[in-house]
């Protein structure tokens, strides 16, 4: 199984960044997929999940300004981030797992990619 971040990179706050997660080697349309984030001394955060019919969940730190969503066909997951803020800043992770639940706990899930960086400027 593998995962690939993508779409990472510098960005003003207010401005806007789409992350793409492609998956292989799993029956993608089967797995509940997420995004996490940590910064530097900081915990893995729970960012947002999508499960297998499309439903989501958006951490409150993010609502309104992230959103999750996901294509099955090209075992691909996205994040569009608008309205970007300097606490936005992190490396972004997504990751898959075996159930079909909107979890919020990192270790829920079992497979991870090797994540992306996304700074934020003020």
């Known amino acids: 199984v593998q995962l690939v971040e993508s779409g990472g990179g510098l960005v003003q706050a207010g401005g806007s960044l789409r992350l793409s997660c492609a998956a292989s080697?799993?029956?993608?349309?089967?797995?509940?997929m997420g995004w996490f984030r940590q910064a530097p001394g900081e915990e893995r955060e729970f960012v947002a999940a999508?499960?297998?019919?499309?439903?989501?969940y958006v951490a409150d730190s993010v609502k309104g300004r992230f959103t999750i969503s996901r294509d099955n066909a090209k075992n691909t997951m996205y994040l569009q981030m608008n309205s970007l803020k300097p606490e936005d800043t992190a490396v972004y992770y997504c990751?898959?797992?075996?159930?079909?639940?909107?979890?919020?706990?990192?270790?829920?899930?079992?497979?991870w990619g090797q994540g992306t960086q996304v700074t934020v400027s003020s």
């Open positions: 990751a898959a797992g075996p159930f079909n639940g909107l979890y919020t706990v990192s270790t829920k899930y079992t497979y």
């Open positions: 080697g799993l029956t993608f349309s089967g797995y509940t």
């Open positions: 999508i499960i297998r019919s499309g439903t989501t």
